[in-house]
């Protein structure tokens, strides 16, 4: 992937099942990107085809205040030409990209075009489930469709692979006794789990909960049973209740028969009757919904997640609409901005409208009791043309140094995805 984005490949695509793996390879090519990459992260799909440009003239630091959607395009080619005049390339990441309205798609084609002589401007690597193939093979996404020049898939673990991915796990969390999962146990996690790293996690470590209450040492089938049946996993794909060839022949030519017989009775002469017109009767589908990619079993700690959205405020908005603790962090965010380099890094932990005022209060307020509180800090920001309010952690001298920072942060903290990013986009 790293190729594919230094190298001009065009769109990059990868897709997996829910999880599989695909934000947390997101957060690591975040990480590991040369630093001559400059890279923007959106997390959230349901923007609109507005709201994308203005996310990303945002990232950029690139006012938009009052400017047309032709104007805002524009400005970003300039400042792009500028990024890669100074010898820096742009690549935007963008996760659930199968949850994108079909308009901000469309929005990606065409920043796609932005293009110098030479090479484009600015390269995008989208994040999906498995859907997006079937909203990339519509007939008004073929245009996008062409181009995505590299694909990639993040097939879920075969069974032989579980019992290796599990050990190198403990001994990473520094275990250095005998594995305690049995193979029954182990063959049993590859079944229940469909080969998905999120759901082998979820039962090893409920697995071993159940032995360690039960005062055992090891895995085994019933630990096992115990995790699955807390863990409640519904199936990846609905099993059709019938697969056997035979029979699939014999519904296909009663549903022969049927068609002929329609066609009978559409043909056959009836008496000539006053027509009624009766309202065509609804049948009631069962739909199961596929988890959300971010779902997870409540930790035992008390767990950061993303603040909800909220709709689009004024950013008249006064700070006295603000919570106590988040003005106490708004001023100090201006005395470290100003005696702090445009240069640094901070870790983004949150962004989101300034109408949130009670999450974001309650953000800080959990946050302080998990990191440091005297490296916590707010800031308001109208970039996007929207009033934002983001929080961020830590003062860092290069962009390193803030992603190693970011790794050692609380497992509760890095679920609400935090990313590395500069002073200098804040202040232009």
């Known amino acids: 992937m790293i190729y594919a984005i230094t190298q001009d490949e065009g769109i990059v695509k990868v897709t997996g099942e829910v999880g599989s793996g695909k934000t947390m390879l997101c957060r690591m090519l975040l990480e590991r ?43 970003l080619q300039d400042v792009l030409v500028q990024r890669y005049a100074d010898g820096k390339r742009v690549v935007i990441l963008i996760d659930e990209a199968h949850a994108m309205p079909a308009e901000s798609l469309e929005e990606i084609r065409l920043l796609s075009n932005l293009e110098s002589k030479a090479t484009k401007l600015l390269q995008i690597a989208l994040f999906a489930q498995p859907e997006i193939e079937e909203r990339l093979a519509a007939n008004d996404m073929r245009q996008l469709r062409e181009r995505i020049t590299q694909h990639f898939n993040l097939s879920p673990l075969k069974a032989e692979e579980v019992g290796g991915y599990l050990e190198f796990r403990l001994r990473a969390a520094g275990y250095r006794g005998p594995n305690p999962f049995t193979e029954r146990a182990i063959e049993q996690i590859a079944k229940i789990s469909e080969g998905l790293s999120r759901r082998i996690n979820i039962l090893a470590d409920k697995s071993l909960l159940a032995a360690y209450s039960a005062g055992i040492y090891k895995v085994d089938t019933h630990e096992i049973q115990t995790a699955n049946q807390d863990a409640r996993f519904s199936p990846l794909q609905q099993k059709p209740p019938f697969n056997y060839h035979p029979l699939l022949w014999g519904m296909g030519g ?14 056959w002469p009836r008496p000539q009757t006053s027509q009624v017109t009766q309202a065509p009767t609804e049948i009631a589908v069962p739909i199961t919904t596929p988890a959300p990619e971010q779902a997870a079993p409540q930790p035992v700690k008390p767990a950061i997640g993303p603040v909800q959205k909220v709709p689009q405020v004024s950013a008249s908005l006064t700070d006295s609409h603000f919570g106590q603790l988040t003005q106490e962090h708004f001023a100090r965010f201006a005395a470290w901005q100003a005696n702090t380099s445009p240069e640094h890094y901070f870790i983004q932990l949150l962004a989101t409208d300034a109408g949130s005022s009670a999450e974001i209060e309650s953000f800080l307020a959990r946050a302080a009791k998990l990191l440091n509180p005297d490296e916590l800090r707010a800031y308001r920001s109208s970039l996007s043309g929207r009033d934002r309010v983001g929080v961020i952690y830590g003062d860092f001298p290069t962009r390193q140094a803030a992603s190693v920072a970011m790794r050692g942060l609380p497992e509760a903290i890095r679920l609400a995805q935090p990313y590395p990013r500069q002073l200098a986009k804040l202040q232009q």
Not at 45 to 71: F, M, N, Q, Y
């Open 33 to 75: 990107l040369p630093s001559d990459v400059e890279s923007l992260y959106l997390a959230n799909p349901s923007l609109s085809r507005t709201e994308i440009l203005g996310a990303i003239a945002d990232e950029l630091g690139i006012p938009v205040d009052g400017k047309t959607t032709h104007s805002m395009i524009r400005t």
């Open 254 to 267: 009663g549903a022969v028969v049927v068609v002929l017989a329609a066609t009978l009775f559409t043909l």
